[in-house]
């Protein structure tokens, strides 16, 4: 029923944007002049042969070029032409995300996009994660994000918090245009494309340019007994300009951000001695989950420096150099609600949670990308780039437990994560064989290497930043090495076959892990052990295939065809994490890679001011790498959760996308915007499924972090050219986090919640250098958990100077 009811949908929208797409044709009125009179001086000449007639199936496909009527329009994502590549495309160009979105890190740019969502829960969030329309929030690995020619996931890890992609490395005045490719549907992207490919395009600007930006954010938030204002600032300042065949950018961010809690200390009993506790349930029906505090109260600090230096060595070969810095210092608080039944004095109750939410957190990325680029507009063109992201100094201090009253315990744990980092390298050139064919190829290798000792220390509050005594270790390394080949064949009139396959062989090696047993009281450590982790090896053959038919220019219908595998992480293989002050995770070093088999039929109807498109998406998945969170036990009694890598059998995901948009509907200057997204993803087979709750199976379930409606609907009104009123609405329904869906329970900690946010943004060009914007997300203070309890209303103003 509910694929029926988004198919009367479809019609009906699209009969609407046809008929606003009606313009009247008025014939031009012939002359009547006489012509004069014209001698012609007949001459012999030498007739040349006449050309043999050229088959239908023979002629050149004319390039279709949809103008959308508005400079803030994208055309055709550079890449898809540049390779063209047969993905299903939706793009953002930055004017419009300026225009539209309260748009304060570039996470935001993908606010509005058809089936995207990042988990961003606050200013500066340093774990924001990508979901897609096959993807959830906990699977980062299954889709790629470049900003230009380097690879920002972090294929190191698939999850929200080491797998998190590096969006500090861009400052978001840097960003000329975002584009998004559904599926792993073309052989030059590996087989973490399975569920897309977000690319951001930084500016090169063709003249002097200086920009500064001045964003003022404010969030009012009230849950339990927290209740506050939350203020971030941030300035931005840009210039670049061209300079015979030199080029430059050069971005510069600074924000300043004070967070809503991101997570609340719980208890399943009220601590002994104590009154305060909120009593409250678990995600899970039957379990308890009584509220005792907050946590995750962060202030941080964070800077970015990024550039981008071009040099023409040719009119037709060009050596561009990318850096991007990224810094973040970041203090985490907690707030308690207990007191002593004594005295009444605040105190944390002997609950540790409290000092798993207390930590500081310093972070330093640099990546570096050189590439050498030809456009010949002939027969032959090619593009050669190496990248590499370095954690320079991923430093976290953190208490072991707490003490009396509001005190930490002196000792503590130090996490390090310095010296992680990857490499990408890709040679890949084209040949235009002729008009019908064009072959284009590649070579690919990366490398990761993940490197995570967490120290004791007698004083997690100074002193220096690694000890002699080891909690736990992690290091290991993956390496991957891809040929692929594609051919686009236009084999008849509005006809393409585009077939191609990626062949790729992976590795992980130099596993090793330590972990140890503790005393809860003192963390003094009790056993260590020590191991060396087994070496895997892989190979796998990708095939893609996709046909395109474009009876005229307004209509293209595409179906594709993609195999994938995906590769575990090194993290997946080696990494430990700690749950609590005694109990850790150990990874998996057995994993096998995920396979899927894509298909996608899409339909896209265009017109010269929007277009409307249909795609029916298809996934089915062997051996899919879930990170699943489980409740256990630690030795101290307390309940905890730990995540879990998990081969799952099969999986397989149906689902239906609707997206739109268009200027002049009903009235002139009004923009219309949206999709609508059902998506049936479930759990096929899962034999080895072990039950937390008793009784409970995961077959059948959906796939945890994937909800099966995501919605988003807006409409921008420009009164005139300096003008604009934008309202937005997103919406999506209940996912789970467990693998056998039980977490049901709403609007508690942990817990996945529907729900429905409404942004408005006006915007204001008071002269042509001046800008002027304000802007409110959350209109109607919505609260929520998608794990962590997210934004409440806030309130962003920016002013921007351009000269």
């Known amino acids: 029923m509910p694929i029926q009811r988004s198919m009367c949908a479809v019609g009906a929208l699209v009969s609407a944007f046809a008929i606003a797409d009606v313009r009247p044709v008025i014939a031009q009125p012939g002359g009547t002049e006489q012509l004069p009179q014209v001698t012609v001086e007949a001459t012999r000449v030498k007739r040349k042969p006449k050309p043999k007639p050229v088959a239908d199936n023979q002629k050149p ?239 941080s600090e964070q800077e970015t420096l990024n550039g981008k230096f071009a040099y023409e060595l040719t009119p037709w070969v060009t050596a561009t150099y990318t850096i991007g810095l990224w810094n973040n210092n970041q203090i985490s608080n907690v707030q308690s609600y207990l007191q002593t039944t004594a005295t009444g004095a605040p105190t944390y109750g002997g609950v540790s949670g409290f000092a798993n939410g207390r930590f500081t957190w310093d972070q330093t990325r640099l990546a570096n990308a050189v590439s050498l680029k030809s456009d010949t507009k002939g027969t032959y063109d090619f593009d050669i780039a190496v990248s590499y992201v370095d954690f320079l100094n991923d430093t976290q201090r953190l208490p072991f437990g707490v003490g009396a009253g509001l005190t930490f315990t002196p000792f503590g744990k130090i996490a390090r994560l310095d010296g992680t980092n990857w490499t990408n390298g890709d040679a890949k050139g084209i040949w235009r064989a002729s008009d019908f064919h064009e072959v284009s190829f590649g070579v690919h290798g990366d490398r990761y290497y993940l490197f995570n000792p967490v120290y004791k220390t007698a004083d997690w509050v100074g002193g220096p930043d690694s000890t002699n005594t080891l909690y736990t270790s992690s290091a290991g390394t993956t390496r991957t090495l891809g040929l692929w080949v594609q051919d686009a064949w236009k084999f008849a009139p509005n006809w393409k076959l585009t077939t191609g396959v990626r062949l790729e062989d992976w590795a992980a090696y130099n596993g090793f892990n330590l972990q140890t047993t503790t005393t809860a009281a003192t963390g003094a450590i009790t056993n260590t052990v020590a191991m060396y982790q087994p070496s895997l090896g892989a190979q796998r053959v990708s095939p893609k295939v ?89 030795s101290s009694g307390n309940a905890a959760t730990a995540s879990f890598i998990q081969n799952i059998d099969r999986t397989r995901t149906r689902g239906v996308e609707l997206a739109a948009q268009k200027n002049n509907v009903l009235i002139d200057r009004m923009e219309v915007f949206g999709s609508v997204t059902y998506t049936d993803a479930r759990i096929v087979s899962d034999p080895n499924f072990v039950s937390t709750v008793g009784g409970t199976t995961a077959n059948g379930k959906y796939i945890p972090n994937i909800p099966p409606w995501r919605v988003t609907a807006g409409a921008t009104y420009r009164l005139d050219e300096n003008w604009s009123l934008t309202a937005a609405m997103r919406y999506a329904s209940k996912q789970y986090s467990t693998l056998d869906n039980t977490d049901t329970v709403a609007n508690v900690y942990q817990a996945f919640d529907s729900y429905t946010v409404v942004d408005l943004r006006v915007q204001r060009k008071a002269t042509d250098n001046a800008t002027v914007s304000f802007g409110i997300d959350n209109v109607g203070n919505a609260k929520y958990h998608l794990f962590h309890p997210f934004p409440q209303r806030t309130y962003v103003a920016d002013v921007r100077l351009k000269f």
């Open 61 to 299: 496909l004319p390039r279709v070029v949809i103008q959308t009527g508005s400079a803030k329009q994208p055309g055709p994502p550079p890449i898809k032409q540049r390779y063209d590549l047969p993905q299903t495309a939706e793009s953002q160009t930055a004017d419009r995300v300026r225009e539209t979105v309260n748009a304060v890190d570039p996470q935001d740019t993908v606010k509005y996009m058809p089936s995207l969502f990042v988990r961003k829960r606050n200013f500066g969030d340093n774990q924001s994660v990508l979901a897609t329309r096959t993807t959830g929030l906990g699977a980062s690995a299954r889709s790629l994000i470049y900003v230009d020619d380097i690879l920002v996931s972090s294929l190191i890890a698939n999850n929200n918090t080491l797998g998190v992609s590096q969006w500090g490395l861009i400052t978001p005045e840097a960003i000329s245009r975002v584009d998004f490719l559904y599926g792993p549907f073309s052989a030059a992207y590996p087989g973490n494309s399975e569920g897309g490919v977000l690319l951001f395009t930084t500016k090169m600007p063709e003249k002097f340019e200086f920009t500064t930006k001045q964003t003022e954010a404010i969030q009012t938030f009230d849950v339990y007994k927290t209740k506050g204002a939350y203020g971030s600032h941030q300035t931005s300042l840009s210039v670049g300009d061209k300079i015979d065949r030199f080029s430059y950018f050069i971005g510069a961010n600074y924000l300043n951000s004070d967070s809503q809690p991101l997570g609340w200390v719980t208890s399943t009993t009220t601590p002994a001695g104590t009154t305060g506790t909120i009593p409250q349930s678990g995600r899970v029906p039957g379990t308890v989950a009584n509220v005792v505090g907050a946590s995750g109260l962060l202030h």
């Open 546 to 634: 996709s046909l395109a038919y474009e009876p005229n220019p307004d209509w293209l219908v595409t179906a594709s065809f993609g195999a994938a595998s995906r590769f575990p992480t090194v993290a997946e293989l080696y990494q430990i994490v700690s749950v609590s002050s005694t109990v850790l995770a150990v990874p998996n070093p057995n994993l096998k890679p995920e396979d899927v088999l894509s298909e996608e039929i899409a339909f896209e109807r265009r017109f010269t001011d929007g277009k409307v498109r249909l795609s029916f998406f298809f996934e089915d998945g062997r051996n899919t790498l879930i990170s699943q969170l489980a409740p256990t036990t630690d």
